[in-house]
């Protein structure tokens, strides 16, 4: 799964921009699910079709995890062919410094600052440029609106992984690996692939309703507090994938809180809750969608949310797997 | 029914937003006596239906919304046998400190929000609120016994006794919004005697202080001709200003503004004085932070009203109302559903299919 992992944290996909994602996601799960499309939005809506079983209820279940990650966005060009920039999601400053980018045309650029007042001064982005090598301005071949990611490729620690975009490709990686794992299902089963997370989920808003689940969970990405003098939160990497009780934009359904964490005591999987203060998924679009769906959320803990290099624990990647792998054969239990 | 009794059950009572099974139970009892079907929605709404006499297509129909969920807090993390947690809904950190609670671990285990000594404290923190992460409950149990009986996302309400002051004036905990439940079962009990032709939809909604979700959902699903919230709006008290509040005692507040259809407001207006019922209008130019804000655009959008009971103190486990504001608002509704006919439908410009 580690190739798979790689493959897509590296694809570019700054919201809005998801096609390279979405390519590459079609390819894995092509043959593993019973149709495919893309909606207006681009989100990329996989249904495998569930098989009749005996003494269970088939129910429509949504699984979503977003293709799009956090970018910046060119706003202006100066006479000189350095790039100013706006933020695509929410892009910390700090992280920009030093870091470089890749446009969709696979161009690299470095991030540069402006001489700041005085040394400790927190840095804008305002003040920040993209300098992509290009001598002048004329001979810059790139415009107003053009969109960059971060360049960084995956480092593979051993137990641990870091690369940028985790979040929300490991979601994507979990997703796609379990639908090639998923041999039979009685429900019928929607791996949703969203766009637009970052900028308010907005692939989820729409693609929910298109879809019309009774149940959805999203796959998302946590932070966890078990770095140094971190906030307190109860969150650890290696500690089994995270379920979701709250985050900052909604309260995860205690019927399909309690399926997850059953179900994972059955396989005896290990697991954690999650109480997020920040930050919110795509469920949270997902549970108001028409007369609403009970929702939920499996999360990966992560350090170092974004930023390029964001951290996860490939045990607590592959026990996200076993227990979606578990919870889909099954009874839906809410 | 008596308001003051069912006031009381519902405001001691527990029901954090997302957890409302406990108070919904008590809803559902007495809204099942006045309604002729009775359902709960995936999100938790208990959807209570009255039907109306008219015999005629087309149909009509009214939803009140009330909001049973209350704010609460969340555990977040043990340490050292304490419970470290989190707000859900929208909590003043200034009264936390000293309130008791009752910790929903694997048996109700009753704490109290600790509160550090000044003795203790450094002259800065004198000075400030306690931030989020330095408060903490204890249980009074062991680190091991703690771990055995409480986990994370475990549910915490604040515990607070249904006092009556003098004046006909009570005090407690979640007045926002579970006297406007009790308002909505005035209504139907009002309605039982009265003759109505639109059907009601009385909804004792989920998840308000988390951002109106329980109110965008049901009436997605109910779709409604007309919705009515019914929410608490400041009263009267020392410090602010008079412009920003409502009398308490003085009445229901109909609120007027971009949230309201103007008919609609209008027809309350018309029925308070023509039943000489004490009301205050409560000019709202922007969101009203009710279900009616959510109500309002639902599909393709509605007529919405929002009446509100005058309430002190809000978000505290102190808020306090009158109880005669809440029968009046009660009566109010259940005349002005009386009122609603087929005219009024035109009026509005309700489509006729």
Redesign the interface.
């Known amino acids: 799964m580690k190739e798979l992992i790689k493959e897509l944290t590296e694809a570019y996909g700054p919201s809005g921009n998801e096609d390279a994602v979405r390519e590459t996601i079609k390819r894995h799960i092509a043959g593993h699910v019973s149709e495919m499309r893309v909606d207006a939005l681009g989100n990329l809506i996989a249904l495998k079709k569930g098989q009749p079983q005996s003494g269970i209820e088939p129910r429509k279940i949504m699984l979503a995890a977003h293709m799009d990650e956090i970018g910046v966005i060119v706003s202006q060009i100066d006479e000189k062919g350095f790039l100013r920039f706006a933020p695509v999601g929410g892009v910390n400053p700090l992280t920009l410094l030093g870091s470089r980018v890749i446009f969709a045309d696979g161009m690299i650029g470095v991030i540069g600052r402006e001489r700041p007042e005085k040394p400790d001064e927190f840095p804008k982005i305002e003040k920040m440029f993209i300098d992509v090598g290009a001598p002048d301005k004329e001979h810059l071949t790139r415009k107003v609106g053009d969109m960059a990611a971060f360049l960084r490729p995956l480092a593979d620690l051993g137990q641990r992984l870091t690369a940028k975009a985790f979040d929300d490709r490991i979601g994507c990686a979990i997703l796609v690996q379990t639908a090639q794992e998923l041999e039979t299902t009685p429900h019928d089963v929607y791996f949703v692939f969203t766009v637009q997370e970052e900028v308010g989920l907005r692939g989820a808003l729409t693609s929910a309703f298109g879809v019309e689940p009774d149940v959805a969970i999203a796959v998302d990405i946590t932070t966890t507090g078990d770095t140094p003098e971190a906030y307190p939160m109860a969150v650890s990497l290696g500690a089994g994938p995270a379920i979701k009780v709250k985050d900052r934009g909604m309260l995860a359904h205690p019927g399909v809180k309690n399926w997850l964490a059953e179900t994972a005591e059955r396989l005896g999987l290990p697991y954690q809750f999650e109480v997020l203060e920040a930050g919110t998924t795509d469920a949270m679009a997902i549970q108001t969608s028409r007369a609403g769906v009970a929702a939920g959320v499996l999360s990966i803990p992560t350090r170092y949310a974004h930023t390029p290099s964001e951290m996860v624990d490939y045990n607590d990647v592959q026990n996200a797997v076993k227990l979606l792998v578990g919870l889909l054969s099954g009874p839906v239990k809410i | 029914m008596q308001i003051k009794e069912f006031l009381k059950k519902l405001s001691e009572a527990s029901g954090v ?3 409302e099974a406990g108070v919904r139970e008590l809803v559902r009892e007495e809204f099942s006596q006045y309604a002729d079907q009775i359902r709960i ?3 938790g ?1 208990l959807i209570a239906l009255k039907r109306g006499e008219a015999t005629q297509a087309p149909r009509r129909s009214i939803m009140l919304a009330g909001h049973m969920d209350e704010i609460g807090l ?6 050292k046998g304490f419970v ?1 947690f ?1 707000t ?1 809904g929208g909590f003043d950190l200034r009264v936390l400190p000293g309130q008791e609670v009752l910790v929903h671990g694997r048996r109700d285990l009753p704490g109290i929000i600790a509160t550090r000594p000044p003795h203790v404290l450094s002259p800065e923190e004198r000075e400030q609120t306690m931030p989020l ?1 330095k408060l903490f409950i204890d249980v009074g149990l062991p680190e091991e016994e703690l771990a055995q009986l409480v ?3 475990d549910v915490i309400t604040l515990q607070r006794q249904f006092t009556e002051l003098a004046g006909n004036l009570v005090s407690g905990k979640a007045f926002d919004d579970r006297a406007a439940v009790a308002c909505i079962a005035y209504c139907l009990q009002h309605l039982a005697a009265m003759k109505h032709s639109w059907d009601v939809y009385a909804v004792a909604t989920v ?1 308000e202080e ?2 109106l ?1 329980g109110a ?3 009436t ?2 109910l779709m409604p001709d007309i919705g009515v919230a019914i929410d608490v709006c400041h009263g009267n008290m020392l410090g602010v200003p008079e412009v920003d509040t409502v009398n308490v005692g003085g009445g229901p507040a109909i609120a007027f503004g971009p949230n309201i259809h103007s008919l609609l407001y209008s027809r309350l207006v018309e029925t308070a004085k023509a039943f000489e019922i004490s009301y205050q209008p409560d000019p709202t130019p922007g969101p009203s932070g009710t279900d009616a804000w959510a109500m309002q655009v639902t599909r393709e959008g509605l007529p919405t009203a929002l009446v509100s009971i005058p309430l002190r103190y809000m978000h505290t486990t102190v808020e306090t109302l009158s109880l005669k504001d809440v029968e009046r608002t009660g009566r109010l509704l259940a005349l002005f559903i009386a009122s609603l006919d087929e005219a009024f439908a035109q009026a509005l410009g309700l489509k006729s299919e």
């Not at chain 2, 969340?74 to 340490?79: F, G």
């Open positions: 937003s997302g957890y929605d995936t999100m709404n969340l555990v977040t993390k043990l340490e470290r989190s859900v992460d986990r994370v996302g998840q988390v951002g979700k965008l959902t049901s997605f699903g």
